[in-house]
């Protein structure tokens, strides 16, 4: 069966932070992680990327990104938040090619590449990592057991005179790039892992039997 044409993103100016992943399945982290966001940054909207396949990710286990896509929708219940599969439509699963694309296509947006403190402690991994940052500027929210070390990190490191202060976190998107943010905030323990293992659901807390 082939999958639906590409979710229109909805207002496709102003500030924008974009959330790229799997979303196997989605969580109430990917929300929690997208208000924050939204309300520190000040952004006007949020695209979640459902990613066709992760380069880093086993294709075992993977659910089809149309029940991906389901999951994301169903998670994403904000006004704000909008589910898509801008990367299937671009043919692209590295994240540096594809900004550059949005980039091309949604000349009037000012672009937020948003992640947890867990992908920046492992983003030199991915493919021209730099240019990531080198692209668009970039918010890390934290995330249990991986802020310290990820503040430590290469890629901290790397770009660490491109570091902004958190009192101007509602001027990230304007600035141009390199220029990154690390974000302090209430953690949340739910992962996609978890979920998938049936130690968690999807809208957080431990399963109970």
Do not use: C
Not at 8 to 27: D, K, Q, T, V, Y
């Amino acid at each position: 069966m082939s999958l639906p044409a590409t979710v229109r993103p909805g207002r496709e100016w102003g500030r924008i932070g974009l959330l790229g992943g799997s979303f196997n399945p989605a969580h109430i982290g990917h929300l929690h992680l997208s208000k924050i966001a939204l309300k520190r940054l000040g952004l006007d909207a949020i695209w979640w990327l459902v990613s066709p396949q992760n380069p880093l990710k086993s294709s075992a286990g993977m659910a089809s990104l149309r029940d991906r896509m389901a999951s994301a929708r169903n998670v994403a219940r904000h006004p704000a938040i909008y589910v898509t599969d801008l990367e299937r439509e671009f043919g692209s699963t590295f994240t540096a090619i594809t900004l550059k694309r949005m980039q091309r296509r949604f000349p009037r947006a000012q672009f937020v590449w948003l992640m947890g403190a867990d992908n920046m402690l492992q983003i030199p991994l991915w493919k021209r990592w730099d240019q990531i940052f080198d692209t668009v500027p970039v918010a890390v929210v934290a995330r249990p057991a991986y802020s310290w070390n990820s503040m430590h990190g290469k890629a901290a490191t790397r770009f660490r005179r491109a570091r902004v202060s958190d009192s101007k976190a509602s001027k990230l998107a304007g600035k141009n790039a390199p220029a990154w943010i690390y974000i302090a905030s209430r953690l949340e323990p739910t992962s996609a892992t978890d979920i998938r293992a049936g130690k968690q659901t999807p809208y957080g807390g431990t399963k109970v039997y």
